[in-house]
C-alpha cells in the first residue's frame, strides 16, 4: 500500500464515473445533473482522502468496465457491476489481506512461545549439568584430599618400617662371653694328676660352675630370641602396613584420575549446555523482535501490505464509495450527493465488524516479554558458584587438594548482542589440550599408533577421529612409534606405565577442521583391486599384517591367501605395519577408523 496522490485519483474516479453518466445523458435532457452527482462523488472522496491510490485506481477502472457505450438502456446495470466489483474485488482482496496478516502473526508468535519454551527447557538441562559438574568437582577435590592422606600415610608407614626392621637388624645376633662375667674368677680349673682326684673335681666343676653358665646362657638366649622375635614380627607388621599404605595410595590416585576424567567430560557438557542456554536466549529475542516488529508493521499507516490501518481505510473507503454509487442510483439525476450522505455512509462502516481486527495477544506477548526478558543481566545457575580446577601441570600432575577454589559464577548475557562471553571466545592452540598424567592411557586404547614429528601433530590425529578424547605422546622415542590414541569413553585411567609418554586430554571447546586424510595410493591402470572405502575394514580381520612396499605388493599377499577379498593400505607408512587383509565374506564394513589407512577389494577375476 503505498500513498495517494488523491487530486489525481479522485479525478479519475470522476471522469470514469462520467463515462456511466454519459450513457444517462443520451436519455435523458438533464446532463447537468448528472455531472453534478459524478463531480460530487469524486469531491467527496477527495476531500476525505479515503483510500489508496491503488484502491481508487481499481475503483475507477471498475467504472469504466462498466460502461457500454450506446446502450442506456444499462445505466442501472452498469452502476451495480461497478458495485458488484467493489464486493466481489476490493472487499475480498481486503478479507483476504487481513487473513492472510493474522496467519502470519499466529505462525510469529507460535514461534515465540516454542522459542521461549526452549530457553526454559534448555536453562533447566543447564542448570543440571552445572550441578552436575558442580559435584564432581567437589568429588574431585574429596579424592584429592584422599590421596594425599594416602601419600602422607605411605611416608609415615616407610619411616616406621626403616625403624622397626632395623631394630630388627640390629638384634639378630646373640653372643655371651662367660668369662668376662660374675664367671670370670671361677673359669680356672685345676687338679693334682698324682693324688688321682681330678675326676672328682672336674666332676664338682661342671655341676657348680658349667652347668650355671649354661643355664645362665640358656635364658639369655631365650630371652633375646624373644625380643628378637617381638622385633620381627614389628617390621613384619610395619611391611605389610606399608604395602597397604601403597595399595591406598594407588587406589586413592586412581579414584582422583577416575574422577577427574568423569569430571573432564562433565565440564564439557555443562560447557555446551550453558551456550546452548544463551544460544536459546538468543533465538527467543530474535522471535520476539520479529514479532514485535511485525505488529509495529501493522500499525503503520501508508505501510506495506500487512498495514491493518491501510487496510482499514481502504474499507471505509470501498464502502462507502459503494454506499454512495447505491443512493446515487436511489436518489436519480435531479437529486445531488451531499456531505451528509458521506457521512451516512462512512458511519455505517464498521471494519472490526464486517472485517475483523487483527488479534495482536499483546497481554501474553508482553508475559512472554517479561520471561527471560531480552537485557543484559548477570546469570545464575545451579547455585550461582563454580570451582577453579587446577591443571594437571601444577605440582607435577599431582595438584594440591587446597588449590580447588569455589567462586561465584553469575556470567553476564545480553541475548539481544550476543551470547556469553566464554562461549564466542576461541581456545588458544596450547589450550586445545592439556596435560593429564604421566604415562599412557590404561584404558580406551584404540589402536592403530603412528609416529608424529609433533605434539600438534598427535593431538590433530586424536581431534579428527570419531570418539577420540586423549592422546599420549613421547616426544624423546626415536624408533617405532610415538602417538597413541583413546577414547572420551575411556576414561584414560592411570597405571603409572610407559613413562616416555605424556596423556593429554582434548579440549572439547576447541574446534578445529580434522586434518585432510591423505590421498591414497593410486590404482595402477588395470589393476586388479578398486579403492572401497577410506580407513580400515571393520569387519573380517584376518590378523598378521605386513608391512609392504607398494599397494601392489600388499595386493598380491591379499590375493596368495585364502579367502581374502580386501586389504587396507596405509602408503604413508614406513614402519610397523602397512598392509591389513579381510576376508571376502566380511564385505569390509565401515567404522571410519584408522584414516591413514585406504581399503581396497579385489577382483576375482583376475
Not at 220 to 232: E, P
Not at 564 to 586: H, L, P, Q, R
Amino acid at each position: 500500500m503505498v500513498g495517494t496522490c488523491k487530486n489525481v485519483v479522485a479525478g479519475g474516479l470522476v471522469l470514469s464515473l462520467a463515462r456511466v453518466m454519459s450513457v444517462r445523458q443520451r436519455i435523458t435532457s438533464d446532463s447537468g445533473s448528472a455531472a453534478h452527482v459524478v463531480e460530487t462523488i469524486g469531491e467527496l472522496l477527495q476531500q476525505r482522502e479515503m483510500g489508496s491510490q491503488e484502491l481508487l485506481n481499481q475503483i475507477s477502472q471498475y467504472a469504466g468496465a462498466a460502461v457500454t457505450p450506446g446502450a442506456g438502456e444499462k445505466y442501472m446495470a452498469s452502476l451495480k457491476a461497478v458495485v458488484g466489483n467493489i464486493e466481489s474485488k476490493l472487499e475480498t482482496q481486503v478479507k483476504e489481506g487481513q487473513k492472510a496478516t493474522q496467519v502470519k502473526l499466529n505462525v510469529l508468535f507460535k514461534g515465540l512461545e516454542d522459542a521461549n519454551a526452549a530457553v526454559n527447557t534448555a536453562k533447566t538441562s543447564a542448570d543440571s549439568d552445572d550441578k552436575a559438574w558442580f559435584k564432581c568437582a567437589a568429588d574431585e577435590q574429596k579424592q584429592r584430599q584422599a590421596a594425599e592422606g594416602a601419600e602422607k600415610s605411605l611416608t609415615s608407614s616407610r619411616s616406621n618400617e626403616k625403624e622397626a626392621c632395623q631394630l630388627q637388624q640390629d638384634n639378630k645376633g646373640f653372643a655371651l662371653d662367660a668369662a668376662a662375667g660374675k664367671y670370670k674368677n671361677q673359669m680356672n680349673f685345676a687338679c693334682d694328676l698324682s693324688a688321682g682326684n681330678c675326676d672328682a673335681a672336674l666332676k664338682t666343676f661342671e655341676e657348680t660352675v658349667l652347668k650355671r653358665i649354661e643355664s645362665d646362657v640358656s635364658a639369655a638366649l631365650t630371652k633375646d630370641q624373644s625380643n628378637y622375635n617381638s622385633l620381627k614380627a614389628a617390621c613384619d607388621t610395619k611391611k605389610q602396613e606399608q604395602v597397604a599404605a601403597q595399595s591406598a595410595l594407588g587406589s586413592t590416585g586412581s579414584a582422583w584420575s577416575t574422577k577427574r576424567a568423569e569430571c573432564v567430560k562433565l565440564a564439557s557438557a555443562r560447557q555446551s549446555s550453558l551456550c546452548a542456554f544463551g544460544s536459546s536466549a538468543q533465538a527467543k529475542c530474535t522471535a520476539e523482535s520479529e514479532y514485535s516488529g511485525f505488529v509495529a508493521t501493522t500499525k503503520k499507516a501508508k505501510g506495506d501490505a500487512h498495514s491493518e490501518v491501510d487496510r482499514t481505510s481502504e474499507w471505509l473507503a470501498s464502502q462507502t464509495t459503494k454506499c454512495m454509487v447505491a443512493l446515487s442510483m436511489e436518489k436519480g439525476l435531479h437529486t445531488s450527493i451531499t456531505s451528509a450522505d458521506v457521512e451516512a455512509c462512512s458511519s455505517k462502516v464498521n471494519f472490526a465488524q464486517d472485517v475483523g481486527s487483527l488479534k495482536t495477544r499483546h497481554a501474553e506477548f508482553e508475559k512472554l516479554a517479561g520471561s527471560n526478558t531480552c537485557a543484559a543481566g548477570k546469570i545464575s545457575f545451579y547455585n550461582g558458584q563454580m570451582w577453579n580446577v587446577p591443571d594437571m601441570e601444577s605440582e607435577e600432575g599431582k595438584p594440591k587438594s587446597s588449590a580447588y577454589t569455589r567462586a561465584p559464577f553469575t556470567p553476564e548475557l545480553n541475548p539481544a548482542a550476543g551470547n556469553f562471553e566464554f562461549c564466542s571466545e576461541a581456545p588458544k592452540e596450547e589450550e586445545c589440550y592439556q596435560a593429564f598424567h604421566d604415562g599412557h592411557c590404561a584404558s580406551g586404547w584404540m589402536g592403530g599408533n603412528t609416529v608424529k614429528q609433533s605434539i600438534v601433530e598427535c593431538e590433530a590425529q586424536c581431534r579428527g577421529k570419531v570418539g577420540c578424547g586423549f592422546f599420549a605422546y613421547a616426544a624423546t622415542k626415536t624408533t617405532g612409534t610415538n602417538c597413541a590414541l583413546y577414547s572420551l569413553a575411556g576414561s584414560c585411567k592411570d597405571d603409572n606405565k610407559y613413562p616416555a609418554y605424556e596423556a593429554y586430554s582434548l579440549n572439547p571447546k576447541c574446534v578445529k577442521e580434522a586434518p585432510a586424510p591423505a590421498p591414497p595410493a593410486p590404482v595402477p591402470e588395470g589393476a586388479c583391486f578398486r579403492s572401497f572405502h577410506d580407513g580400515h575394514c571393520a569387519s573380517g580381520w584376518m590378523g598378521k599384517n605386513t608391512l609392504q612396499n607398494t599397494i601392489e605388493e600388499c595386493e598380491a599377499v591379499c590375493r596368495s591367501r585364502s579367502g581374502c577379498g580386501f586389504f587396507a593400505y596405509a602408503k604413508d607408512k614406513k614402519s610397523g605395519t602397512n598392509c591389513a587383509f579381510y576376508s571376502m565374506e566380511a564385505m569390509c564394513k565401515d567404522d571410519n577408523a584408522y584414516p591413514e589407512y585406504q581399503a581396497y577389494r579385489l577382483n576375482p577375476k583376475c
